[in-house]
């Protein structure tokens, strides 16, 4: 059974940095991606960025581009999302998600059914 960690929420002033972690274990399957996603009081949940296993390929969201950087690290099987440049609009409860994955779908990774999630970890953006 495959499950999610994520950690490295906190709060940070409007410009500063943070980085979070997504721990996985179990997967077995060989093709697979990984997600970040968040969820602000009262709106609905937003795609942040993705990666998938077999190349490092990655998507982002426009909100976030040149902002985060997802990145991987295969052997300890964690991801990471590296964010610069916070915004009070970041701030939200931000979840890692996994999904098997062919290399066409993931092109559609906003559109994908996300099968595992974590539990979420809080970012507070604000001075």
């Known amino acids: 059974q495959l499950q999610l960690v994520e950690s490295g929420g906190g709060v940070v002033q409007p410009g500063g940095s943070l980085r979070l972690s997504c721990d996985a274990s179990?997967?077995?399957?060989?093709?697979?991606?990984i997600g970040w996603f968040r969820q602000a009081p009262g709106k609905e949940r937003e795609g942040v960025a993705c990666?998938?296993?077999?190349?490092?390929?990655?998507r982002y969201a426009d909100s976030v581009k040149g902002r985060f950087t997802i990145s991987s690290d295969n052997a300890k099987n964690t991801v990471f999302l590296q964010m610069n440049s916070l915004r009070p609009e970041d701030t939200a409860v931000y979840y890692c998600a996994a999904v098997r994955v062919t290399k066409m779908a993931f092109n559609y990774w906003l559109e994908l059914k996300w099968d595992y999630w974590g539990q979420g970890t809080q970012v507070t953006v604000s001075s």
């Open positions: 990666i998938a296993n077999s190349d490092g390929d990655t």
């Open positions: 179990g997967f077995t399957s060989e093709y697979y991606a």
